[in-house]
């Protein structure tokens, strides 16, 4: 086997996604799927798209790497459509389940009704850049393309992880920062491969690096700014 299709079959995407899917499945069993099973509980029609489209892009991710794997090449081409539409979904249902929550906060009596919102509005955003700069290289340069599709999966997982962390009884603005970079900590491991791999540390693994960990260790302080919460109610709507 040649270099390019030693690195091409590489396990560590395949194995990354499931590590990504299994988070997410464990982060959202006590918030959703037991209390669904066991309580009864019932969520509104839109909560359901929302986690139905996410879930499909990860077991869709698990799915595309695992092709590469074994070299399923040309499906793998061909289900990108089909990744491409389900991220399409992706964006405003993301947006639109932020709007919804705020308002449910805001009918609660909440003082700051939108300002965990940032969270959602930053995740979503960053995962939709990651994607379609993944889209983009998808043809031309490979190994930025594997790379970028896992930095957009980790974008998703903090928002899973958050739901976890209640748990600990951490202190702002620990609490709120654990979640994103926790996820991010999986770029230590994308680092090694890296370096066992091609022998440096890829671009887009630094860059991600670079941009995402200090992004994710200042977002709590803007959303607690006074900046972010007179501006959030009108952006959702709610000014």
Aim: charged fraction near 10%.
């Amino acid at each position: 086997m040649n270099e390019q299709a030693s690195r091409r079959r590489s396990s560590f995407f395949a194995n990354g996604a499931l590590v990504i899917a299994g988070l997410v499945l464990l982060s959202f069993a006590g918030t959703y799927f037991v209390p669904m099973a066991t309580k009864g509980e019932s969520y509104t029609l839109l909560r359901h798209l929302h986690g139905l489209t996410f879930f499909a892009w990860v077991a869709l991710y698990v799915i595309q790497t695992r092709l590469v794997l074994t070299g399923g090449i040309r499906l793998h081409r061909e289900l990108g459509i089909a990744g491409v539409a389900i991220a399409g979904a992706m964006l405003p249902l993301g947006i639109w389940m932020a709007q919804a929550a705020g308002f449910e906060r805001m009918g609660r009596g909440a003082p700051q009704p939108f300002e965990t919102s940032f969270y959602n509005l930053a995740d979503m955003t960053l995962f939709s850049l990651a994607f379609g700069a993944a889209i983009y290289a998808a043809s031309r340069h490979v190994e930025w393309h594997r790379r970028l599709m896992f930095i957009a999966a980790l974008n998703l997982l903090g928002p899973a992880i958050s739901r976890l962390t209640p748990l600990l009884p951490l202190p702002f603005p620990w609490a709120d920062m654990a979640p994103s970079v926790l996820a991010d900590t999986l770029l230590i491991a994308l680092a090694i491969h890296d370096r066992r791999q091609l022998g440096r540390i890829h671009p887009a693994t630094a860059l991600a690096a670079l941009l995402l960990v200090p992004f994710h260790v200042i977002e709590p302080f803007i959303v607690k700014s006074a900046w972010w919460n007179g501006l959030a109610p009108a952006l959702f709507g709610a000014g």
